[in-house]
């Protein structure tokens, strides 16, 4: 057993310590971005800094839905997002199934196959990537980035859910099939639901990837209405002018979404941390 | 199990292997082919030029210059986030009271957009009305207000940002926007897409994309030979 890290023990202050610098470094940053979204602008500027507002308002979000496409972005990320996690989960899901429950030739190369697409880079595949999408002439469209984006998230979105698909035991689905079921049945009514918890963390890891992208909408994206969020607020940012209070509060807003969810799949993660990631 | 189970099993898969071969495989075999040929990124025109633009980037100073502050800066991110990350690992294997809630936190800055770490950093090292100049100041560490932005700092900021946010690709070209001191962060990835969207040198920027998949490919071989037996993959 551990000798217990009380808070009065050397050990227990060093610990205490040391949890509390890395608690400031990561999560100080955000703490600043919400306390300056929150600020008039005569606070922005003041010097000696208050941390927090002391005339707290909302005219940067104001701002922010009035004077920008704020909200054309918003709509346009969540589109896009999701139409990738749709595809990515639908595919992925029959593609995993398959590696897990099926023999056939070729299986093991396919799965090596995925393995190193996973380390693809971004930056390795958008050259060719944005010289055949302007072949095909689907440039400037939506459709454009839900297929980088889909065909991004598939190989890390098939490793995750084939590790998943093999911790569920082949003898339930057995059971069901001697019980008079049809294998469709069984998928749906014994082995989805049992997947399901990791089909959610897989979907909204795909969710985040897309919702983050920046290179793939800089390069495939020219009009302004199809733009999503994370370009939006670049090029709100390089405005000559930086409205710090207005770009602080667009950060937050974008930022709540990814957290939100991140909340969700963190115990997989947390779960994760101690014993080596999901087992492959 | 039956041939016809095997069919199935077959039909499952093959829509994942034909978008990763269509969108993945084929794009990266068709840079490969783009980089012996010279080629303008919008119009359709191209002339195969051999090995020329091989030879151009090894004859061109910036191409080595890219190089290095690829090196320089993933060399210094990657040790500083292993330190770091074993140190923070180490103190959250230890039992205390609200670990679950640092654990959570401190891994907020990995999945928030590239893009707003970027912001939030550039707005907390201001040159003017930053927090990190006015608390550096008022401790007296400094006696003048650094320009974090500006060519003999933006190295240091941008692998600041890099390890705080357990690093993205995008990192690098984010912070160069809008700034003069880009070309004193200017890695490879970020050269082969100034290339290819500036200059409309698709061409080019495929032999570099092919170079930087050589260096992976490389790096990743020597990885898998080192921890093959370990990990048994």
């Known amino acids: 057993m551990r000798p217990k890290n009380t808070f009065f023990s050397l050990r227990g202050q060093t610990i205490y310590w040391c949890a509390a610098i890395l608690l400031i470094v990561t999560a100080f940053p955000f703490f600043w971005m919400v306390s300056t979204s929150f600020k008039p602008l005569r606070e922005i500027f003041v010097s000696p800094p208050y941390f927090l507002p002391k005339d707290a308002t909302l005219a940067n979000f104001a701002r922010l839905f009035e004077q920008t496409r704020f909200l054309i972005y918003f709509r346009n990320s969540v589109f896009v997002s999701t139409m990738a996690v749709v595809f990515t989960m639908a595919i992925a899901t029959a593609g995993a199934y398959s590696l897990t429950r099926y023999r056939f030739y070729g299986r093991e190369k396919i799965a090596s196959l995925i393995l190193f697409t996973y380390m693809f880079a971004p930056i390795m595949i958008i050259i060719p990537f944005y010289v055949l999408i302007k072949k095909i002439g689907i440039a400037n469209t939506h459709l454009a980035l839900i297929m980088a984006y889909t065909a991004f998230c598939l190989p890390f979105s098939l490793w995750l859910l084939r590790a998943f698909f093999q911790s569920i035991p082949l003898v339930l689905e057995e059971a069901a099939l001697v019980d008079g079921a049809t294998r469709f049945r069984a998928v749906v009514h014994v082995i989805l639901p049992l997947a399901l918890p990791g089909i959610i963390a897989t979907a909204i890891f795909t969710f985040i990837l897309a919702w983050n992208d920046y290179i793939f909408v800089r390069i495939l994206i020219t009009s302004d209405n199809l733009k999503t969020l994370s370009v939006g607020i670049a090029d709100l940012h390089n405005a000559t002018v930086i409205d710090w209070g207005m770009i602080m509060s667009g950060g937050m807003l974008i930022t709540i979404p990814v957290l939100v969810f991140f909340i969700f799949i963190q115990r997989y993660l947390i779960a994760g941390w101690g014993t080596g990631a999901v087992k492959g | ?233």
């Not at chain 2, 500083?80 to 294997?93: C, S």
């Not at chain 2, 800055?109 to 950093?121: D, G, H, S």
């Not at chain 2, 100049?133 to 940002?161: C, F, Q, R």
Request: proline share 3%.
């Open chain 2, 1 to 233: 199990m039956k041939v016809s189970s095997q069919k199935t099993g077959i039909i499952l898969i093959a829509p994942s292997v034909f978008l990763i071969c269509a969108l993945l495989v084929y794009p990266v075999l068709y840079g490969v082919w783009l980089s012996f040929f010279k080629k303008h990124s919008f119009f359709p025109e191209q002339r195969f030029v051999g090995l020329a633009n091989y030879l151009y980037l090894l004859r061109d100073s910036e191409f080595w210059m890219s190089l290095w502050y690829g090196t320089y800066y993933s060399v210094s991110t990657i040790v500083l986030q292993i330190v770091i990350g074993v140190i923070a690992a180490l103190i959250l294997n230890e039992a205390f009271r609200g670990r679950n809630f640092v654990r959570g936190v401190v891994l907020f800055p990995y999945m928030i957009p590239t893009v707003v770490a970027i912001i939030l950093w550039k707005w907390l090292l201001n040159d003017q009305f930053g927090l990190i100049n006015y608390l550096l100041l008022a401790v007296g560490i400094i006696e003048d207000p650094l320009s974090w932005m500006g060519k003999d700092h933006i190295m240091t900021s941008l692998i600041i940002i890099s390890v705080w946010e357990f690093t993205k690709f995008d990192t690098v070209w984010l912070l160069t926007q809008g700034g003069g001191a880009e070309k004193y962060i200017r890695t490879l990835p970020v050269f082969a897409y100034m290339r290819t969207f500036m200059y409309y040198q698709a061409g080019l920027g495929s032999t570099l994309a092919v170079i930087m998949f050589g260096i992976l490919i490389a790096s990743t071989t020597v990885y898998f030979k080192m921890f093959r037996r370990e990990e048994g993959i």
